[in-house]
Nanobody, 124 residues
Framework: QVQLVESGGGLQQAGGSLRLSCAAS????????MGWFRQAPGKEREIVAA????????YYADSVKGRFTISRDNAKNTLYLQMNSLKPEDTAVYYC?????????????????WGQGTQVTVSS
């Protein structure tokens, strides 16, 4: 099992930027895919972005394309999400997730390990 701890959330004005980090520890297998999800109040958890272990393939939800960038540093066992041009509709709890595998995974039920989440609030 992989332990995941998110950080970097907070309050930001619309148009601003935040950078989320997700530190992985424990049994970190050599090939594991990761993703960022978010859940707003009253809504289901949804994919934001995903990345393969090598970082060679990335996926973005349409709502964040061109504004968010996912990346990872395997030497530091850390996943990142750079969020620019933030909008009020980006307000949610953001979760990182991990699973063994070499593909891109974009569904909630495809991931085994989850962090506790970090709150992102964007004011208008």
């Amino acid at each position: 099992q992989v332990q995941l701890v998110e950080s970097g959330g907070g309050l930001q004005q619309a148009g601003g930027s935040l950078r989320l980090s997700c530190a992985a520890s424990g049994r970190t297998p050599s090939n594991y895919a990761m993703g960022w999800f978010r859940q707003a109040p009253g809504k289901e958890r949804e994919i934001v972005a995903a990345i393969t272990w090598s970082g060679g393939r990335k996926y973005y939800a349409d709502s964040v394309k061109g504004r968010f960038t996912i990346s990872r540093d395997n030497a530091k066992n850390t996943l990142y999400l750079q969020m620019n041009s933030l909008k009020p509709e980006d307000t949610a709890v953001y979760y990182c997730a991990a699973r063994l595998g070499t593909y891109i995974y974009i569904s909630v039920n495809e991931y085994n390990d989850w962090g506790q989440g970090t709150q992102v609030t964007v004011s208008s």
